[in-house]
């Protein structure tokens, strides 16, 4: 999911800056040079210099587009380097409990493993911290189409692979450090062969006799800890 462009650095400052100032000098160049045609009467040689206001506007325009890819993309670089508290939970199934949202609203960034089953808790998650979300079995619909069914991303430091189901998790771990699931709303949190496979459990509606979990994994010194949450059904 791509993250909102929030800080105004001096890139995005200068480089929108400068495509705006180009539009702004071709329009005014544009309409100086219909005067001189409306004054003179058709001109094949001035003709030739309307191309100049029309380039020149188009590379305002590039510049433009280029200050919000590049601000997005160092946004987001800097928010998965000082990234400390993860929060991670999975299959809310359409249940997005208010103890949940504020154990998430203390942390820097989420990660949902999939069944998130409906749109609106898609955006209140997105309004909460940034985050990575792939899609589950049940995420069904135009709204889900277009997210990931696996991600591989590095945040404070640690290697994730995200996935919904535990089966759909590649052998070669190489350069992994946690690998994040959900699907059988089981939690489970163990290391082999030095990566970490956790499953937060299902933080949504209770499925059976098995307990409401999320978890939060948090990042000091290069290492990390996990911590499990088990959620009230009030």
Same mark, same amino acid.
């Given at each position: 999911?791509?993250?909102?462009?929030?800080?105004?650095?001096?890139?995005?400052?200068?480089?929108?800056?400068?495509?705006?100032?180009?539009?702004?000098?071709?329009?005014?160049?544009?309409?100086?040079?219909?005067?001189?045609?409306?004054?003179?009467?058709?001109?094949?040689?001035?003709?030739?210099?309307?191309?100049?206001?029309?380039?020149?506007?188009?590379?305002?325009?590039?510049?433009?587009?280029?200050?919000?890819?590049?601000?997005?993309?160092?946004?987001?670089?800097?928010?998965?380097?000082?990234?400390?508290?993860?929060?991670?939970?999975?299959?809310?199934?359409?249940?997005?409990?208010?103890?949940? @949202? $504020? *154990?998430?609203? %203390?942390?820097?960034? /989420? #990660?949902?493993?999939?069944?998130?089953?409906?749109?609106?808790?898609?955006?209140?998650?997105?309004?909460v911290a940034p985050l990575y979300i792939v899609r589950g079995n049940n995420d069904r619909g135009q709204w889900a189409k277009d997210l990931d069914e696996q991600i591989r991303v590095e945040i404070g430091g640690i290697a994730f692979f995200i996935v919904h189901d535990k089966k759909f998790i590649p052998k070669d771990l190489t350069d992994i450090d946690?690998?994040?699931?959900?699907?059988?709303?089981?939690?489970?949190?163990?290391?082999?062969?030095?990566?970490?496979?956790?499953?937060?459990?299902?933080?949504?509606?209770?499925?059976?006799?098995?307990?409401?979990?999320?978890?939060? @994994? $948090? *990042?000091?010194? %290069?290492?990390?800890? /996990? #911590?499990?949450?088990?959620?009230?059904?009030?």
């Amino acid at each position: 999911m791509s993250i909102k462009k929030k800080d105004r650095d001096w890139y995005y400052l200068i480089t929108r800056g400068m495509g705006i100032s180009v539009c702004a000098a071709s329009l005014a160049l544009f309409i100086y040079l219909l005067r001189i045609l409306a004054i003179h009467g058709p001109d094949l040689v001035l003709a030739g210099f309307f191309l100049v206001p029309v380039i020149t506007f188009a590379a305002g325009l590039v510049f433009i587009k280029l200050s919000k890819v590049e601000t997005r993309q160092a946004s987001e670089k800097e928010a998965n380097l000082l990234a400390k508290r993860i929060g991670i939970l999975a299959d809310t199934h359409g249940l997005l409990r208010p103890e949940v @949202l $504020e *154990i998430l609203r %203390g942390c820097d960034c /989420v #990660i949902h493993a999939g069944d998130i089953d409906r749109e609106d808790v898609l955006r209140q998650l997105q309004a909460v911290a940034p985050l990575y979300i792939v899609r589950g079995n049940n995420d069904r619909g135009q709204w889900a189409k277009d997210l990931d069914e696996q991600i591989r991303v590095e945040i404070g430091g640690i290697a994730f692979f995200i996935v919904h189901d535990k089966k759909f998790i590649p052998k070669d771990l190489t350069d992994i450090d946690v690998v994040v699931f959900g699907h059988s709303h089981k939690y489970f949190c163990e290391t082999k062969d030095g990566t970490l496979w956790l499953n937060p459990g299902s933080c949504g509606r209770r499925r059976f006799s098995l307990p409401v979990t999320m978890a939060a @994994l $948090e *990042i000091e010194d %290069g290492g990390f800890e /996990v #911590i499990r949450y088990d959620i009230s059904e009030d």
